[in-house]
């Protein structure tokens, strides 16, 4: 994101327009202008802080292992020994693939076609996943996100103890006076992000 993108064009602050309606000496209109900038301010706050997160996409790591893990590993995770119908879903070499079944677990894009999310909702107690003996049933808002997850095309992340160490981009200097490195350079940009 460029730093010309993270500034906003501002009128008078919000205290400077309090003031003004201060010395008019009209209580009212003290009163109203106070109360509509205070909820500008708010609305703008919630959309700056929370706005985005509300519309992120299903993150792998963060919203969809965790679910897997907890609800699902301990029968079709990585050990063999305790592996249930031949399904792994914390690889999505084997979770994508037909199983003896016939069925297959997830096809990325296409929730209809995933036995995952078909035994999921299913309202037959001896048909849903987790079974009720795992006594980890999963919430209504787990089933969404990984309705959504299969949907936006099932992605999988190594693991990130697993994954290579890449250096992520220095953003460009916000504030060059005082910037003398690149930890620098990374503060300053997420003091823009919130307008500190
Ligand atoms: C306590 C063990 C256990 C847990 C935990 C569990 N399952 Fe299962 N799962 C089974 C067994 C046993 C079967 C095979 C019997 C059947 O088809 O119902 C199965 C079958 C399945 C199948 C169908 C496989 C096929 O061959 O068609 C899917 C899909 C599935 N599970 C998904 C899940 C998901 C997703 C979770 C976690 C949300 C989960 N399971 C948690 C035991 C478990």
């Known amino acids: 994101m460029s730093r010309v993108g993270l500034k906003r064009t501002r009128g008078p602050s919000f205290l400077d327009r309090v003031a003004r309606e201060w010395s008019s000496n009209d209580p009212q209109k003290v009163g109203r202008t106070f109360c509509r900038l205070l909820l500008g ?29 907890e609800k699902c590993y301990a029968c079709h995770g990585p050990d063999e020994a305790v592996r249930q119908a031949e399904l792994r879903l914390d690889l999505r070499s084997s979770a994508i693939s037909p199983l003896p079944s016939g069925e297959v677990a997830i096809v990325p894009g296409n929730t209809d076609e995933s036995e995952l999310i078909r035994r999921i909702f299913s309202t037959h107690s001896g048909d849903r996943m987790p079974p009720e003996t795992s006594q980890k049933p999963l919430t209504d808002r787990e089933r ?7 949907d936006s095309g099932a992605g999988y992340r190594l693991h990130w103890a697993f994954r290579p160490i890449d250096s992520p981009p220095v953003p460009a200097a916000t504030f060059p006076e005082w910037q003398r490195n690149e930890v620098d350079a990374f503060v300053a940009s997420s003091l823009m992000m919130f307008r500190c």
């Open 41 to 69: 301010e708010l609305v703008l706050l919630w959309a700056t802080l929370g706005g985005t997160s509300v519309q992120a996409e299903v993150d792998f790591d963060r919203d969809v292992r965790p679910i897997l893990a």
């Open 144 to 150: 969404q996100v990984l309705k959504e997850w299969i």
